[in-house]
């Protein structure tokens, strides 16, 4: 079966607390203090998709008064897979959250991770965003259609870099592509990265022949002219990047990545419900708002069940993906 039909990506793939142990640190819902004392994992290296959000979210939760010092760190490895470990071992910490995403659910499976995300408290999807399809300024590859001309020839001489593991959207993405023009995704050389930070030296370099990453990780150095963005993978161009649709280039794929906050298991309900409550304070912000249209990102916004239930849907999808590329048993 075409892996296009085992993975429709259409567009998407788509309360107040009190008491809790943030709020005695110095306040995360409801009353007038600020959040203290509260710290976002990010399970790759500074750069990729994960930190521009976590970072980009923390500066505007300050911005807009509703936290104070919060603290965003590294912790790399195994595709997020290392950080998922070390969130799932602080048990019951309600001042530590992890940002996540598509990424760390099919690192699960291929990394063969004793830690899942179902083990995990899940707070809230934030957004959406395209890959993009880039290479260097100075690439041989001006358009799309060349590129893919070149790829159909001769595949393995033609590697693309991802900032994720087998499994996560930068694999995904040519995966699809590979599968729409006629190309069999198991003969794609992909060389992973852990992150778009770490991709991109590779892509600026030209040591891979194309790069596929998160748009909003990349936006400077394209404003820049470093990089040159042949074609995006959403259902629109995006603002400010000279660059058509995958679909617009005859090639029949629309996909978007996602990204959210997940928390330790065994928090208190009052700690699940503060960060609940913080990261809906912040999308209702107006420096959230700009955050989004500055970086190219789509609304996403859900929380507690329905984020859940959502995970849950994604960890069976991209389980079946993988399966169907002979990547897990």
């Known amino acids: ?76 490895g195994a595709g997020g897979t290392v950080g998922l470990g070390r969130l799932v071992g602080e048990k019951g910490n309600g001042k530590l959250a ?22 995990t408290t899940p707070i809230a999807r934030l957004i959406e965003e395209p890959d993009i399809i880039v290479v260097s300024k100075n690439s041989k590859y001006t358009d799309i259609k060349q590129l893919i001309e070149a790829w159909k020839a001769d595949p393995g001489a033609v ?26 995704p198991k003969k794609v050389n992909y060389v992973p990265f852990d992150g778009g930070g770490e991709l991109l030296a590779s892509v600026l370099g030209n040591k891979v022949a194309f790069g596929v990453s998160g748009v909003g990780e990349y936006m400077d150095q394209i404003k820049a002219g470093e990089l040159r963005v042949l074609a995006v993978t959403g259902k629109d161009r995006v603002s400010g990047v000279d660059a058509p649709t995958l679909k617009e280039s005859g090639v029949d794929v629309e996909f978007t990545n996602w990204r959210g ?60 993906v993988l399966k169907a590329l002979g990547l897990t048993a």
């Open 1 to 76: 079966m075409r892996l296009r039909k085992l993975l429709p990506l259409a567009a998407a793939l788509v309360v107040a607390a009190t008491g809790t142990a943030c709020t005695q640190a110095g306040g995360a819902s409801g009353g007038q203090d600020k959040v203290t004392g509260f710290r976002v994992m990010v399970p790759n290296t500074p750069g990729g998709g994960y930190d521009v959000t976590a970072r980009t979210s923390a500066k505007a939760m300050e911005e807009a008064g509703l936290a104070r010092n919060v603290e965003v760190f590294n912790l790399p």
């Open 261 to 320: 906050v997940v928390a330790p298991p065994g928090i208190s309900d009052a700690d699940r419900l503060a960060m609940i409550d913080l990261y809906t304070k912040l999308h209702d912000s107006e420096q959230w708002k700009q955050a989004l249209a500055k970086n190219g990102w789509y609304d996403a916004f859900s929380t507690g069940d329905e984020f859940a239930s959502f995970l849950q849907k994604e960890n069976d999808r991209v389980g079946g």
């Open 159 to 184: 590697p693309v870099g991802g900032g994720s593991s087998p499994g996560g959207p930068d694999h995904l993405a040519p995966m699809l592509v590979a599968d729409a023009i006629g190309l069999e």
């Open 98 to 119: 992890m940002q996540m995403g598509l990424g760390v659910v099919g690192s699960v499976y291929t990394n063969k991770s004793p830690s899942t995300l179902q083990d």
